[in-house]
C-alpha cells in the first residue's frame, strides 16, 4: 500500500470550512484513498473514500487531483465536536491486507 | 445491531501473566483484525483475518495470538504479558471489496 503524508497538526474556527490534506505521491492506480477520525479515545471512524472522483457524503468531500498524488479532505462547518485525529490512508481495492494508518492529522476546531 | 462488541474495556495484568480479550462482531463481515494503539501515535496491526479458519499477521504480531473458528468472533491471546503490551487494543471488521472498517470502543490494557 502506498505512503501518505499529512501534517501532524491543524487549526480551524468553529464554522468555518476545514481542509485537510494528504500526499500519497506513490500511488498506484487500483488504490483508493480512506479517510477516518478518531476523537479523544474513541475507536476510529469511516469518513469517506474514493478512487479518482471526487466525492461528497453527509460528513465530508473528498477532493482528489488528477494525477491522484494528493487529495483533500473537507469538513465544509467545521464543529467544536470535528476536533480529532483525522488519518489519510490508501489501500489497494479487494486486498485482504487491512488498513495501514499512519499517524494522521491532529484538527483542533476553535470557538 | 451492536456492530463490534470488545470485552473487556478495562484490563490490569501482572508480567507473566496471560489472557483473552474478546472481539465479536453481527454484521457477518468476512475481514476482522486487531489493532494496538499506544499514547500518541497511531494505529498498528497486530492480527487479521480474512474468513473463519484463516488469519494472518500484521505490523507487530509477536507476542499475540489469534483464531478466527467463526465468522462473528476473533478473540486476541495475550501469551506471556509484557510492560510493553500496554496499550489500547481496537478490534475491527468489514465487509469485502471496499467496505470500510467498523472498530469497536477499545480495551484499555496495563501491564504491570
Known amino acids: 500500500d502506498a505512503k501518505t503524508t499529512q501534517p501532524p497538526s491543524m487549526d480551524c474556527a468553529e464554522g468555518r470550512a476545514a481542509n485537510l490534506p494528504c500526499n500519497h505521491s506513490?500511488?498506484?492506480?487500483?488504490?483508493?484513498v480512506y479517510w477516518y477520525r478518531q476523537i479523544h479515545s474513541q475507536g476510529p471512524q469511516y469518513i469517506i473514500h474514493?478512487?479518482?472522483n471526487n466525492e461528497t457524503n453527509e460528513m465530508a468531500s473528498l477532493i482528489i487531483t488528477e494525477d491522484r498524488k494528493s487529495s483533500t479532505l473537507i469538513l465544509p462547518h467545521a464543529t467544536l465536536r470535528d476536533t480529532a485525529v483525522y488519518y489519510c490512508i490508501v489501500r489497494v481495492t479487494g486486498s485482504a491486507r487491512q488498513l495501514t494508518f499512519g499517524s494522521g492529522t491532529q484538527l483542533t476546531v476553535l470557538p | 445491531n451492536a456492530g463490534v462488541t470488545q470485552t473487556p474495556k478495562f484490563q490490569v495484568l501482572k508480567t507473566g501473566q496471560s489472557m483473552t480479550l474478546q472481539c465479536a462482531q453481527d454484521?457477518?463481515?468476512?475481514?476482522m483484525s486487531w489493532y494496538r494503539q499506544d499514547p500518541g501515535m497511531g494505529l498498528r496491526l497486530i492480527h487479521y483475518?480474512?474468513?473463519?479458519?484463516?488469519?494472518d499477521q500484521g505490523e507487530v504480531p509477536n507476542g499475540y495470538n489469534v483464531s478466527r473458528s467463526t465468522t462473528e468472533d476473533f478473540p486476541l491471546r495475550l501469551l506471556s504479558a509484557a510492560p510493553s503490551q500496554t496499550s489500547v487494543y481496537f478490534c475491527?471488521?468489514?465487509?469485502?471489496?471496499?467496505?470500510?472498517?467498523?472498530f469497536g470502543e477499545g480495551s484499555r490494557l496495563t501491564v504491570l
Open positions: 475491527a471488521s468489514r465487509p469485502g471489496g471496499t467496505g470500510e472498517l467498523f
Open positions: 483475518s480474512v474468513g473463519a479458519g484463516i488469519t
Open positions: 454484521m457477518n463481515h468476512e475481514y
Open positions: 506513490t500511488i498506484s492506480g487500483n488504490e483508493y
Open positions: 474514493g478512487l479518482k
